[in-house]
C-alpha cells in the first residue's frame, strides 16, 4: 500500500531551490510517520516520526522548517545542514505560525495522562487554551512567561 501524505510545507530559500517537504503516514514497513523530501522524481525519506496518526503542522523561520504534532516537544528540520532534531526547552503544541521573527504555537493534544506520564502537571502544564511563543529570531528560548 502507498504512504497517505497528511501534511505538506514549501521551504522557500531566496537564490536556491525551494525544498519540498511531507509528512506521511506510512503503511509498510512500519505504521509510524516520517518525513520526506521531494526529490524531483520521487520522495527521499528523511526520518521517521515519534508517532503515528498525529495531526501535523508547520512553519518556516531562517531557513529551516519547524513543525508541531500535539504530542511531542516541537522539531525542526534544517535545510543547510539536512538534519532534524527537537528544538531545545519547545513546548508542546499543535499548531505552528511565524510572526514577527518569533514561532508562535498554541494548542495541546495531549489527555491528562500523557502530560502527567512527561512529569508535568495537569493542566498548567498543557498548552490547550494558551498561545505560546519563542524570543524574536532564537527558537531556543522559550520562557515560562511567554504566553497569552
Request: with cysteine; aromatic share 10%.
Amino acid at each position: 500500500m502507498a504512504n497517505t501524505i497528511v501534511h505538506i510545507q514549501v521551504l522557500s530559500r531566496a537564490g536556491e531551490n525551494d525544498v519540498l517537504l511531507s509528512w506521511q503516514r506510512r503503511t509498510s514497513p512500519t505504521l509510524v510517520d516520517a518525513l520526506y523530501q521531494w526529490n524531483g522524481t520521487g520522495w527521499t525519506l528523511l526520518l521517521e516520526l515519534p508517532g503515528t496518526g498525529l495531526i501535523y503542522d508547520s512553519c518556516t523561520l531562517q531557513g529551516n522548517v519547524y513543525w508541531a504534532d500535539g504530542k511531542n516537544p516541537i522539531r525542526v528540520w534544517k535545510a543547510d545542514a539536512s538534519e532534524a532534531c527537537e528544538v531545545v526547552d519547545a513546548p508542546v503544541v499543535q499548531y505552528l505560525i511565524t510572526y514577527q521573527g518569533r514561532i508562535v504555537g498554541a494548542g495541546d493534544a495531549r489527555t491528562e495522562a500523557e502530560v502527567i506520564a512527561d512529569s508535568q502537571i495537569w493542566p498548567a502544564d498543557s498548552n490547550r487554551d494558551r498561545v505560546v511563543y519563542c524570543e524574536p529570531l532564537d527558537d531556543t528560548l522559550w520562557s515560562p512567561n511567554n504566553f497569552i
